[in-house]
């Protein structure tokens, strides 16, 4: 249940259209629902303003179909990260109108409950990768923001190894609101935007690179230790998280 819903059942018990008890009963699975598997916190949309989000690893199929039953029954949509090819199509055969976002790996189900109004069509986050590579990572992120709300644009295959291409775009990363920078390798390139934007910038290190590169561990230590001010760090490959915070960071300076 988002605020707009519980005003409007408010509202409907003080106009008499909704009796006390029919109330109680709509509210009964607040704040959280509890399944045995999993307790559904379907309190987080009124908290955060925007409903519990699944990660699908170490999910069995049927735990993240019934996860995804109950979230879709009180809010606008469902999210399902890093889902597998078999939990997709479970999904897309128990909700018609779901959709698989690739390379993101994540699944956008419908929920019965209205959308909210969007974030101001005119701020945007940004999100720029470094290398092809490390596309999966910032649809992931790109996606995230997007499906909470967000106006996202993209900036791919602009690393610091042709630091000529990100500096060709100056115009879209100085009029972004907040930038998520994917990179793997060294991480090089979101201390170079850090360093060219007065905007907020969200930093992944992804696992893209060779065997020094530890994983993403080199990427992730870069990150951290960046020159540049206005710099934040994410775990290593979680776009997830990067366009999240994004959206939060252009809700919060336009609310």
């Known amino acids: ?87 997709a199509q479970a999904l897309t055969a128990r909700f018609p109108g779901a959709e698989l976002r690739t390379p993101a790996r994540i699944m956008v189900v419908p929920g019965d ?34 499906e909470m709300g967000s106006r996202v644009e993209r900036l791919f295959d602009v690393g610091v190894a042709g630091l000529h291409r990100l500096l060709d775009q100056m115009p879209l990363l100085t009029g972004a609101a907040a930038i998520v920078v994917v990179a793997g390798m060294e991480g090089a390139l979101a201390s170079v935007v850090g360093g060219l934007v007065r905007s907020p910038v969200v930093a992944v290190p992804t696992s893209v690179g060779y065997g020094a590169s530890f994983g993403g561990v080199s990427a992730l230590l870069t990150m951290l230790n960046s020159c540049a001010a206005g710099v934040a760090v994410m775990n290593i490959d979680n776009g997830f998280g990067a366009g999240y915070f994004a959206h939060v960071v252009v809700r919060a300076a336009h609310a």
């Open 1 to 87: 249940m988002d605020e707009s819903a519980l005003r409007a059942l408010l509202e409907e018990v003080r106009a008499g259209s909704v009796s006390s008890d029919d109330a109680v009963s709509r509210l009964r699975d607040m704040p959280y629902e509890n399944l045995g598997f999993a307790r559904i916190d379907h309190h987080r949309n009124l908290r955060t303003g925007f409903p519990e989000v699944i990660y699908c690893p170490g999910k069995t199929v049927e735990q993240i179909v019934a996860i995804s039953e109950r979230l879709a029954s009180n809010s606008h949509k469902v999210l399902a990260t890093r889902i597998s090819d078999e939990a």
């Open 113 to 146: 409950r209205p959308a909210p109004e969007p974030t101001d069509a005119l701020c945007y986050v940004l999100v720029v990768c470094a290398g092809t590579a490390d596309i999966p990572v910032a649809e992931e992120a790109a996606v995230t923001a997007a």
